[in-house]
């Protein structure tokens, strides 16, 4: 939590809060002792905060804390894990419930694939294949993530058009996760042997940026139709063990992305009925 606090108080300057400016700073940033003034706590409390030696903290505090640091509502989030850490949400998962890959078989012009809670592709259809081109049931299980995709694959790296967005939305996802479920060992592990495997990670990991990406744009290069400048939604899929989302893409209608995804689908599908 300390190296999460510091960051944020790291970022704000006195002078956008009003705070009278006073005194050579070594750091930029406010002082622990403008926070402390900002949040209505002593000093000696929030520097305990930052040095993790407070117990039991309310959620008043974290809310004045929050406050002071002008967190966004995920960081609101963040803080509220790392200060009172959720009981256990961990579960285990098995293989993807056949209903559930049933719908996504079912999204015949729409590329969906189904998330587990550490970026794990569980399940995918057609149309993802297509517009990806990699073939996800080839891939190794510790390979068939997007953690690992994006920062080590070749062939994602280079369809994808703004990478380093991309990139730094997986690590604040993953920051927020993190906090989400303190007590998932397989990601504490994933997060440590990323951060000692991609200087490129690692990077991102230590802005301490967090975020819970529920929609926004992917644009892909793909070398067959060309930039596919695609929306995505993730869908929350709450009580199935080991699932986090179902994500689906979408192109606007009547444009130059739409047009490309319909020929490539039905491109796609020949292809698969000449195979079959």
Known sequence: MGEFLRSRRGRLRPEELGLPVWG?????????EEVAQLA???????????????????EGIVDAIAGALMLSEDERRHLRNLARPPRSLSR???????????????MTRAPAYIVGHRTDILGWNAAAVAVFGIDF???????????????????????????DLVAGHIAADMRLQASHRPDDPELRTLLRDMTAR??????????????????????????????LQLDYELLDIPG?????????????????????????LASSTSETNRAS
């Open 24 to 32: 050579r700073r070594r750091v930029p940033g406010l002082r622990r």
């Open 40 to 58: 209505g706590v002593s000093v000696e409390y929030y520097v305990r905060l930052e040095q993790g030696r407070a117990e039991a903290v309310s």
């Open 92 to 106: 285990a998962g098995g293989p993807l419930r056949p209903g559930l890959q049933q719908l996504l078989d079912s």
């Open 137 to 163: 049931a080839r891939l190794p299980e510790s390979e068939r993530s997007w953690m690992h995709l994006v920062f080590f694959d070749p062939h994602i790296r280079a369809i994808t058009a703004d990478l």
């Open 198 to 227: 991609s200087p490129e990670f690692r990077e991102y990991w230590e802005t301490h940026e967090v975020s819970d990406f529920q929609y926004g744009r992917y644009v892909v290069h793909h070398p067959t139709v060309g930039e």
């Open 240 to 264: 199935e063990p080991g699932v986090r989302a179902l994500i689906a893409y979408t192109a606007a209608p009547g444009t130059d992305t739409a047009r490309a995804l319909d020929a490539l």
